[in-house]
């Protein structure tokens, strides 16, 4: 016989007691651990919570919802960055929510190296930020700044971040190279320009 309890549902539900069975507390504990775990920020072994970011952003009134992910950064592996999606009619710019977060982030390392500022933040059906889309965001802004210095002279350059069940997420580079370009020359100086990222990277020629 299963064994049935109580327990308080968080977020959008928060306070509402939801009879589950034992089982069913196990899968959605084991389930929200593992969330957890991806969802935290390693740069250079140090782990970052998102929620050190998050809670300093959501005192300021400008800002309505406030994420934190890991860009890939070339020698710590990943750093915080922080999306924001502000107000209504909140007058603020980026920079300015960047400073604030260095004046009250308590944990240096947790000090985001960008804020951007977007639209609309993703959700899931259950109105909960959906982060992976976030980092997929991250990941690709990264790459894509990254080519840019050797962008001129290859050939034009689509950039596209999926979720795989092997590699978490991977990074597909597609190239046009320009005329009398070799593409094994091209996908060399790519893979030298992105090797020391810790992102799965897949270069194809669009041919």
């Not at 909140?90 to 947790?110: H, P, S, T, V």
């Not at 976030?134 to 050939?155: C, S, V």
């Amino acid at each position: 016989m299963s064994k049935t309890f109580t327990t308080k549902a968080s977020g959008f539900l928060t306070g509402i007691l939801i009879p589950v069975t034992w089982a069913e507390w196990m899968k959605t504990d084991i389930s929200g651990l593992l969330e957890e775990k991806k969802e935290l920020i390693i740069r250079g072994g140090h782990n970052i919570d998102p929620a050190t970011i998050e809670e300093v952003l959501y005192n300021m009134a400008e800002i309505k919802t406030a994420a934190a992910v890991g860009w890939p950064d070339k020698y710590a592996g990943e750093v915080p960055v922080a999306y924001v999606q502000l107000s209504n009619d909140a007058a603020m710019d980026e920079k300015q929510i960047l400073e604030y977060a260095k004046e009250n982030i308590g944990e240096r390392a947790a000090i985001p190296k960008r804020v951007i500022i977007i639209d609309e933040m993703p959700l899931t059906s259950v109105g909960k930020i959906f982060k992976p889309a976030l980092r997929r965001d991250a990941i690709k802004r990264a790459i894509e700044k990254e080519l840019e210095p050797i962008k001129e002279g290859l050939g034009d350059i689509h950039v596209m971040v999926r979720d795989d069940k092997k590699f978490g997420e991977l990074v597909t580079i597609t190239v046009w190279p320009y005329n009398g370009r070799n593409f094994q020359t091209v996908k060399k100086q790519i893979n030298k320009a992105l090797g020391q990222y810790t992102v799965s990277i897949e270069v194809r020629n669009s041919k």
